[in-house]
């Protein structure tokens, strides 16, 4: 009688979200993964499998999710996601890439900044729909958060005094890499075809 009742409460155990949310701290990663799974885009599930790939034991990871057709809401799940990895002392986050995600918006950027770690050095939000105020925010990021060493912005619309303030935050930090616009036209085709 007693094997009948341990197996019942493992088996109950084993189907509750008490379980689930005990795999989830014990790997941190699949926070990412499971939102990613729920945007129910390609993209999100080819990044999901290979973030799912990720050995328990590795320090740091990239999150590289371009031409995905994220918005605001697709956003909000990745960033709380980015934000449980870093509260449970998961790996950290190094480049962020959601490039070529128009419906992102200020918004989105938003929630993405405020939850990244301080170990993040990489952000690339390349034709993602923001504007001065988003520019604002990075910018103010950046101040703020010495890691942070390269920054991809081309084709956002950003008026000339936010490039102005950009060209200001490279002065003040000169070691930072920042693209706010496309240089070339060609340089855009070439960004365009090899950044998938």
Same mark, same amino acid.
């Given at each position: 009688?007693?094997?009948?009742?341990?197996?019942?409460?493992?088996?109950?155990?084993?189907?509750?979200?008490?379980?689930?949310?005990?795999?989830?701290?014990?790997?941190?990663?699949?926070?990412?993964?499971?939102?990613?799974?729920?945007?129910?885009?390609?993209?999100?599930?080819?990044?999901?499998?290979?973030?799912?790939?990720?050995?328990?034991?590795?320090?740091?990871?990239?999150?590289?999710?371009?031409?995905?057709?994220?918005?605001?809401?697709?956003?909000?799940?990745?960033?709380?996601?980015?934000?449980?990895?870093?509260? $449970?002392?998961? &790996? *950290? =986050? %190094?480049?962020? !890439?959601?490039?070529?995600? +128009?419906?992102? #918006? @200020?918004?989105?950027?938003?929630?993405?900044?405020?939850?990244?770690p301080d170990s993040t050095e990489v952000l690339a939000?390349?034709?993602?729909?923001?504007?001065?105020?988003?520019?604002?925010?990075?910018?103010?990021?950046?101040?703020?958060?010495?890691?942070?060493?390269?920054?991809?912005?081309?084709?956002?619309?950003?008026?000339?005094?936010?490039?102005?303030?950009?060209?200001?935050?490279? $002065?003040?930090? &000169? *070691? =930072? %890499?920042?693209? !706010?616009?496309?240089?070339? +036209?060609?340089? #855009? @085709?070439?960004?365009?075809?090899?950044?998938?």
């Amino acid at each position: 009688m007693l094997k009948i009742y341990t197996l019942m409460l493992i088996y109950l155990f084993s189907c509750s979200p008490f379980a689930n949310e005990n795999i989830l701290k014990n790997d941190p990663l699949k926070y990412l993964v499971k939102a990613l799974n729920e945007i129910n885009h390609p993209k999100a599930f080819d990044v999901a499998s290979n973030l799912g790939k990720i050995k328990k034991n590795r320090n740091n990871y990239d999150l590289i999710i371009r031409k995905a057709e994220l918005d605001v809401h697709d956003t909000k799940k990745i960033a709380d996601a980015i934000y449980q990895i870093d509260r $449970l002392k998961g &790996p *950290d =986050l %190094i480049t962020l !890439s959601m490039s070529f995600n +128009q419906n992102i #918006k @200020d918004e989105g950027l938003n929630l993405i900044l405020d939850a990244i770690p301080d170990s993040t050095e990489v952000l690339a939000f390349v034709e993602c729909g923001l504007t001065d105020k988003g520019a604002l925010k990075i910018i103010d990021y950046v101040y703020k958060h010495k890691n942070i060493n390269q920054i991809y912005l081309e084709g956002n619309y950003f008026s000339k005094e936010i490039q102005n303030k950009f060209y200001k935050l490279k $002065l003040d930090k &000169p *070691d =930072l %890499i920042i693209i !706010s616009q496309w240089p070339s +036209q060609s340089f #855009k @085709d070439m960004v365009k075809k090899n950044y998938n």
